[in-house]
């Protein structure tokens, strides 16, 4: 089985940073792509970055120059450092995964459990 989970989120005030983490873990073969997605009440899940392995990072148009993201690729671990938060960025983060559990397996899609981020103040 595999395992992401996901932490980092809070409360912080317009204009704030906060860093989310995920590690993957469990039977793990290979990692594609790792990323984050968020949900807002009433709203449909978005991409918010993703970072392929050995590739660039794609990010959505609403928080480039704001949010980097990162991968520790030995400990199978990605983060996103979120900065000049506004209150539009209030959401669920999700942590996404896209990996083998095997080798010559199909890649599957895994999530982590989500972590609310709050902008307001």
């Known amino acids: 089985q595999v395992q992401l989970v996901d932490s980092g989120g809070g409360l912080v005030q317009p204009g704030g940073s906060l860093r989310l983490s995920c590690a993957a873990s469990?039977?793990?073969?290979?990692?594609?792509?790792m990323g984050w997605y968020r949900q807002a009440p009433g709203k449909e899940r978005e991409l918010v970055a993703t970072?392929?392995?050995?590739?660039?990072?794609n990010f959505a148009d609403s928080v480039k120059g704001r949010f980097t993201i990162s991968r520790d690729n030995a400990k199978n671990t990605v983060y996103l450092q979120m900065n000049s938060l506004k209150p539009e960025d209030t959401a669920v983060y999700y942590c996404h995964a896209r990996l083998q559990i095997g080798y010559n397996t199909n890649y599957g899609t895994y999530w982590g459990q989500g972590t609310q981020v709050t902008v307001s103040g």
């Open positions: 469990g039977r793990i073969f290979s990692i594609n792509t």
């Open positions: 970072i392929p392995t050995g590739g660039s990072a």
